[in-house]
């Protein structure tokens, strides 16, 4: 039991000089050095993501794939919300959405895709019309009709940007590894989903993916973003460590079944009530398989 608690308290002691190099406003002597990096980042550089282990197939005994909606409403999530507005804070905090898009605009993020498959991969310029919608005033339309050049005041756009991100769906991989006797979770994609920005000024718009992101190719850069820590502004947790360690709640709305990974609400029409036992169901399934791996 003792040695349980050193290890843990390790562990802990890690974690904390990773996440301290975040916060230099102790050292900082100007307000300029609060965002810049720490001495030990400027000596040993940010630490990189955990890497997972190599699972041979012949160990995974059982295993199930879900895909799964978090809710940004719920305050649990919030820390993937939130911030949405950065005029009055640091470079350093951004949200999901935000180190995601900045990422994929500088080339630093290139495996997206146009479903949960991974199988279309898409670049920017695919998914353009998705983030913005670029649309022309009845002043401009009179110009374009005359024959003259459109002020670009008459051009108005629309863009998506945090504070529209409504939710997020990701894919995940349950797998029960009969080498170490554990049941296991590897997250595959993940996606933001918005309001569709053609009719996002709509009474009810109809929520839409944006794009996929395969995760394990963009861990290097959430491992680098910081979301924030509202129990300890000192200790901040990357979006890598927050996703990995399933710091959120979903809820299941997708399994591979039979029916072609029929949805949840394919089969239960107009009853959220139902639909959310069903989910819930489907959670207790998966992991009522490690305890009956010790039931004789």
Known sequence: MNWNRFLVGICGLLFSVTTFGQTNILNAKKPEDIEGPSKAELAYGKNDPLEYGYVD????????TTWEIIDLDERVNFPLYYPIDTNQIGSSRRSLYDVLIKNIKNGKIQDIYADSYFNDKIQLKDISAALSKVDTTDLGIEQYNAGEEIDPQYISRRDISSADIAEYHIRGYWYFDKRQA???Y???????VAPDVN???????ALVELFWVWFPSARKVLNEAYAFNPGNTSQPISYDHLLNARRFHGVIY????LQGDRQVDDYINNNAFMQLLE??????????????????
């Open 186 to 192: 590897r997250l595959l994609g993940i996606a933001p």
């Open 182 to 184: 554990e049941l296991k």
């Open 199 to 205: 009719f996002i000024d709509s009474d009810e718009p």
């Open 254 to 257: 997708a399994e591979d079944n």
């Open 279 to 296: 989910s819930q169901r489907i959670r207790e399934q998966i992991r009522n398989f490690e305890q009956d791996m010790w039931n004789y």
């Open 57 to 64: 197939t012949r160990d995974v005994l059982w295993s199930k």
